[in-house]
């Protein structure tokens, strides 16, 4: 089924839970930049039509004339004549030859054509990537938010315990007091953490304006990456990468500018074809002895073969050519500096992806010691073996690292999908395809 206009298709993804896909489905499909794009990928394909139309096929036109006409001319002896002046005439016109800049101004818009439509992918994978980055944020951050709200609620408890023992007599002023003021503190990295949770949702609601329930989001589902070996998705993203691939597009398009160029050297080679029925051309008017038909006929047809050869032009030509190839050089050097910028982001992505694995299980270790640590120190602090001071530091230890491990957690996520956005897969492991 033949599609006229481009498409955003988002489709469920295998990858990532389905209340993602859905909120950036939505998003993409009303998207003024992607919209943009898609107007910009239509205007190219029609230019290309009429491009191959007026290259490729013939022209036709039919000349048609009429009207009065006051005459003095020799061929009535210098009278006066009016008279009904009237011209018909149809012309078929064929290039045959152009000094071969129709074929490559055709191959040049084939490649702007390709150009905008990998602008368009890599509009697309941006703002899924700012969408993406943006999703795991709010997880993180609500999570965070989560743990802030059970620490606070522990504290409280520890705080009605203390002051408890205190009024029995159990407990000195000054641990009664530090623990209140641990209260106050924990109650004060709650609001942070909930400002940070608002925030993250504010922007993912710039992003994504039809957002639901934020409550409801669900964690996304890392597979494998394409390879293990940064080199392999280096080399990955130099066929993948829409940014690079739009660049080459570029390149091609001015190569095919200086094919172009170069038709100045030729000559131009045309077919004209044409049928004339004219009425009254001569100027006579009237009836002479010479011309006993006042209504003078002038009719017949021609073929042509019509060679255009330009011998100097002020070396524009040559000129024209020169400033193409620097045109060229030009985007290579854009290219090769686009190479630059995505392998190094590739580097640094991928070293920070390793890490954070690294840390990630090292940090469920250091959760799991900690967690048993203040379950011990509970239990000894009911036998009177702790101090209050030593359950605030070990909780304090604890909380260190929930947030520690959420963090990682979700920064590995982010990571994850930076490698897949900087190889340029992350639209087709998405299942969201832009389609002509």
């Keep these: 089924m033949k599609i006229n206009r481009l498409l955003l298709l988002v489709m469920p993804s ?10 950036i489905q939505d998003a993409l499909y009303t998207n003024p930049q992607i919209k943009v794009k898609k107007e910009v990928v239509n205007t190219q394909v029609q230019e290309l039509k009429g491009l191959k139309g007026n290259g ?32 018909i005439s149809i012309t078929l016109k064929e290039n045959l030859f152009a000094g071969f800049s129709t074929k490559s101004e055709v191959k040049r818009k084939n490649f702007l054509v390709l150009s905008s439509k990998n602008d368009a992918q890599t509009v697309a994978s941006d703002f899924a990537y700012d969408a993406i980055s943006t999703y795991i944020e709010v997880l993180k951050q609500s999570k965070l938010y989560s743990i802030a709200q059970a620490t606070t609620k522990t504290y409280k408890e520890y705080v009605a315990k203390i002051k408890e023992r205190f009024d029995a007599g159990l407990e000195v002023h000054s641990n009664y007091i530090q623990t209140v003021a641990r209260l106050e503190n924990v109650k004060n990295l709650e609001l942070m953490a909930k400002q940070d949770y608002q925030t993250a949702v504010y922007q993912l609601q710039r992003l994504l304006p039809k957002l639901q329930d934020p409550s409801k989001f669900e964690d996304p589902i890392l597979h494998k990456l394409p390879s293990s070996k940064i080199e392999d998705l280096i080399k990955l993203a130099w066929v993948s990468n829409p940014k690079i691939l739009k660049q080459q597009n570029i390149i091609d398009a001015q190569q095919e500018s200086v094919r172009t160029s170069k038709s100045g050297y030729y000559p131009t080679v045309d077919l004209i074809l044409k049928a004339y029925n004219n009425k009254n051309v001569g100027g006579v008017g009237y009836s002479t002895p010479e011309n006993p038909n006042p209504i ?8 042509l073969f019509v060679v255009n050869y330009n011998l100097f032009k002020g070396l524009s030509t040559d000129a024209a050519v ?9 985007e290579q050097e854009s290219l090769r500096d686009t190479k630059l910028y995505i392998q190094s982001s590739l580097k640094i992505a991928f070293d920070k992806y390793k890490t954070l694995q690294k840390r990630y299980e090292i ?10 640590t203040r379950t011990d120190y509970l239990d000894e602090y009911e036998l009177g073996g702790r ?7 070990v909780e304090s230890e604890y909380d260190s690292a929930k947030n520690l491990e959420v963090t990682l957690k979700y920064d590995q996520m982010k990571s994850y999908y930076e490698l897949l956005y900087h190889t340029g897969l992350l639209l087709s492991e998405m299942n969201i395809v832009v389609e002509q």
């Design 296 to 303: 003078d006929t002038d009719e017949g047809y021609n073929a």
């Design 363 to 372: 940090v469920k270790r250091y959760l799991k010691a900690s967690k048993q």
């Design 56 to 87: 490729y096929l013939p022209s036709i036109d039919l000349y048609f004339a009429i009207g009065p006409e006051i005459t003095k001319t020799p061929a009535n002896n210098g009278e006066k004549a009016s008279l009904t002046r009237q011209e």
């Design 14 to 23: 295998f990858l990532l839970a389905t209340s993602l896909n859905e909120v």
């Design 387 to 393: 101090t209050i001071t030593d359950i605030l530091g």
């Design 322 to 330: 020169e400033s193409a190839k620097h045109k060229v050089l030009k």
